[in-house]
C-alpha cells in the first residue's frame, strides 16, 4: 500500500470481486470533461491571482449524466471589483440547461480568498463563507489557474493551523470546523425540508450518501494528522485533500486493515453512482416527498445502500486502530 491516497480507490476494488465500476466510469468521465472544459476556458481573460475551480461531483471525480456544473471564481487577496474573470465571461461556458449550478447562493459566484479565511467562525462566517471554504478543502479541483488555487488552498490550511497544530494531535480548529460543516449540512437539510416539500427524495439520498462521503474523506485526513510532527501536517493535509474522497476513504480502510468492510463501504457507495447515472431514477427520487418515499421501493433500495456505506464508515472509525482517535476528539 502507498503512504498517499492517490489511486488507493483502485487498490481497494482489487479486493473486491464485483470492483467499483460506476466509480471508475466517473472518474473516467470526470476528467474527460475536464480537459474539454479547460480548452474551453483557456481563453477567457483571467487575472493571474484568479482560479476557475469545479466542485460538487466534479470536484469527488463522480461526474454522472445528471451532474451539476458547480463551480466557482476563486480569487486571491481582497474584493477588487474589477477582478477576470468576471461571471458574464463564463455564461455561455458553464452551468447551462441542466447543470446550471445550485441555487442556494453558493455556487456561480466570485469569491475572494483574504475574507473567507479571514472571517473563519464568529458572526461574519456566513453559511455561505463556511460552505465555500469547506467545499474548496473538500471537493475542489482547478480548471484553470492552478497556481493561484494551490495558493488559496495553502492559506486557507494554514489559517486553521497557525497557533493550533501540535505534534502527533489532529488539529482541533479544523476538525471543529469540518464537524460545525457537518452539523449545518444536518440542519439546512431540515430547513429546506420544512420550506420545500419536493426534492426531498433526492436532498436525503445525498445527505445519506454524498454528503456522509464529503465528511469522513475530510475526517480521516484530519484524524491522521496524529501521525505527523506539527511542522509535517501542512504538507500532509494538501496532499491528502488533492485526492478524491473516496482515495482518502479507500486509503484509510487499507491502512486500518478493514477492507471487507471498505469493499462493502464503497460497493454500496459504487452502486449509488450507478443510481443517479439514471435519468428515469434521478427524476423519480427528485419527485418524492417525504411521506411518500416511506413505501418507496426505489427509496427503500437507497436507504438500504446508505446503512451499508454508514455501518462500513463505523467500522473503520471505531472497530478499527481509529476508535481511540475517533473517541476522543470526534464527540467532545
Known amino acids: 500500500m502507498t503512504d498517499t491516497p492517490q489511486d488507493a480507490l483502485l487498490e481497494l476494488a482489487a479486493h473486491s470481486r464485483r470492483g467499483f465500476p460506476n466509480l471508475v466510469a466517473a472518474r473516467d468521465r470526470t476528467e474527460r470533461d475536464l480537459d474539454d472544459l479547460r480548452r474551453r476556458l483557456s481563453e477567457v481573460p483571467r487575472d493571474e491571482s484568479s482560479a476557475v475551480v469545479m466542485m460538487g461531483s466534479w470536484g469527488r471525480r463522480e461526474r454522472t449524466s445528471g451532474s451539476d456544473d458547480d463551480f466557482l471564481v476563486l480569487v486571491d487577496g481582497e474584493h477588487r471589483p474589477d477582478a477576470e474573470p468576471r461571471l458574464e465571461r463564463l455564461e455561455t461556458l458553464l452551468g447551462l440547461g441542466e447543470a446550471k449550478p445550485g441555487t442556494q447562493g453558493i455556487f456561480g459566484r466570485q469569491v475572494f480568498v483574504g475574507p473567507m479565511v479571514r472571517h473563519i467562525g464568529l458572526q461574519d462566517d456566513t453559511n ?51 464537524i460545525r460543516y457537518w452539523r449545518t449540512i444536518c440542519v439546512d437539510f431540515a430547513g429546506k425540508a420544512r420550506a420545500e416539500e419536493q426534492k426531498w427524495g433526492m436532498r436525503n439520498a445525498k445527505l445519506r450518501l454524498n454528503r456522509k462521503l464529503l465528511f469522513a474523506g475530510g475526517l480521516v485526513p484530519v484524524l491522521l494528522c496524529h ?66 418515499a416511506v413505501e418507496d421501493p426505489r427509496f427503500r433500495d437507497v436507504r438500504r445502500l446508505a446503512k451499508e456505506f454508514e455501518q462500513g464508515l463505523l467500522a473503520l472509525l471505531f472497530e478499527t486502530r481509529l476508535s481511540p482517535l475517533a473517541r476522543e476528539f470526534v464527540v467532545f
Open 227 to 292: 501521525l505527523q510532527r506539527q511542522d509535517d501536517q501542512r504538507a500532509f493535509l494538501l496532499d491528502a485533500l488533492q485526492a478524491p474522497p473516496t482515495d482518502r476513504l479507500a486509503h484509510a480502510f487499507l491502512r486500518y486493515d478493514a477492507i471487507d468492510e471498505g469493499v462493502r463501504a464503497l460497493g454500496a457507495y459504487d452502486r449509488w453512482i450507478g443510481l443517479l447515472d439514471d435519468a428515469e431514477i434521478r427524476a423519480h427520487l427528485r419527485g418524492l416527498t417525504r411521506e411518500a
Open 128 to 178: 455561505a463563507n463556511l460552505t465555500q471554504r469547506m467545499l474548496l478543502l473538500l471537493e475542489s479541483v482547478p480548471v484553470v489557474g492552478r497556481e493561484s488555487y494551490r495558493r488559496s488552498l495553502e492559506q486557507v490550511v494554514d489559517g486553521y493551523l497557525a497557533g493550533q497544530a501540535k505534534d502527533y494531535r489532529p488539529p482541533r480548529f479544523l476538525l471543529n470546523d469540518l
